[in-house]
């Protein structure tokens, strides 16, 4: 019998008590002061996640750059979320599992676990084989669809020295860099994370934004 995957989520009234938002929040060190402390964050069992709204599923969303274009991709009938299939992204993400954490029986879900779990999450889908840079440009949330309430992101941008990335998942089709006109282009096509996104790539190109 396949084990029951497990989740990190942080219950909503953590981000309502900081101040809830709809789309991107900017103001990044506001929240992650508010997450990354002990007793905040959690593992649960993803179907109970996905089925209760008074908890969001803390999700990296990594969007990588190189020389103004932003790495694109479409979701394969083989990707996880069957919400997003056959939609077009411009991030690299996914839930954070027990097998980022230490195995202290106090555990508390600190900064460096997470960036670890970004790293992990990001080498399962692609093999980025160039040096970057990565800083964190905002939160994320959506409550204006299923998938979204139940789900929040932390946007990260990559800015790569070179376009050396490659595709591990199967899911994964299409890949390629476009420009921001060009995505703009395609932007009914991309899932409601990536149109949120693709509005603010200017404003994260920007220097001085968390790392």
Same mark, same amino acid.
């Given at each position: 019998?396949?084990?029951?995957?497990?989740?990190?989520?942080?219950?909503?009234?953590?981000?309502?008590?900081?101040?809830?938002?709809?789309?991107?929040?900017?103001?990044?060190?506001?929240?992650?002061?508010?997450?990354?402390?002990?007793?905040?964050?959690?593992?649960?069992?993803?179907?109970?996640?996905?089925?209760?709204?008074?908890?969001?599923?803390?999700?990296?969303?990594?969007?990588?750059?190189?020389?103004?274009? %932003? /790495?694109?991709? =479409?979701?394969?009938?083989? @990707?996880? !979320?069957?919400?997003?299939?056959?939609?077009?992204?411009?991030? *690299?993400?996914?839930?954070?599992?027990?097998?980022?954490?230490?195995?202290?029986?106090?555990?508390?879900?600190?900064?460096?676990? %997470? /960036?670890?779990? =970004?790293?992990?999450?990001? @080498?399962? !889908?692609?093999?980025?084989?160039?040096?970057?840079?990565?800083? *964190?440009?905002?939160?994320?949330?959506?409550?204006?669809?299923?998938?979204?309430?139940?789900?929040?992101?932390?946007?990260?941008?990559?800015?790569?020295?070179?376009?050396?990335?490659?595709?591990? !998942?199967?899911?994964?089709?299409?890949?390629?860099?476009?420009?921001?006109?060009?995505?703009?282009?395609?932007?009914?096509?991309?899932?409601?994370?990536?149109?949120?996104?693709?509005?603010?790539?200017?404003?994260?190109?920007?220097?001085?934004?968390?790392?």
């Amino acid at each position: 019998m396949a084990q029951e995957e497990r989740v990190l989520v942080v219950e909503r009234k953590v981000l309502e008590r900081v101040g809830m938002f709809q789309g991107l929040a900017l103001d990044v060190d506001r929240y992650l002061g508010e997450l990354f402390v002990p007793r905040v964050l959690r593992f649960m069992p993803r179907p109970q996640a996905e089925a209760d709204p008074a908890y969001k599923q803390l999700i990296p969303y990594v969007i990588m750059s190189h020389e103004g274009k %932003y /790495l694109s991709y =479409v979701r394969g009938k083989r @990707a996880g !979320e069957s919400r997003l299939v056959a939609k077009r992204s411009i991030g *690299i993400g996914g839930h954070i599992n027990p097998i980022d954490a230490d195995n202290s029986p106090l555990f508390a879900y600190l900064y460096e676990n %997470y /960036l670890a779990a =970004v790293q992990r999450e990001v @080498a399962e !889908e692609v093999s980025v084989e160039t040096g970057h840079t990565d800083r *964190i440009v905002a939160l994320l949330n959506d409550d204006s669809n299923e998938v979204g309430s139940v789900h929040l992101g932390v946007v990260h941008h990559w800015i790569l020295d070179s376009a050396a990335v490659s595709k591990r !998942e199967q899911m994964i089709t299409q890949m390629a860099f476009m420009s921001p006109a060009e995505l703009h282009g395609l932007r009914e096509s991309l899932e409601t994370w990536s149109q949120l996104c693709l509005e603010k790539l200017d404003v994260f190109a920007q220097p001085g934004r968390r790392k």
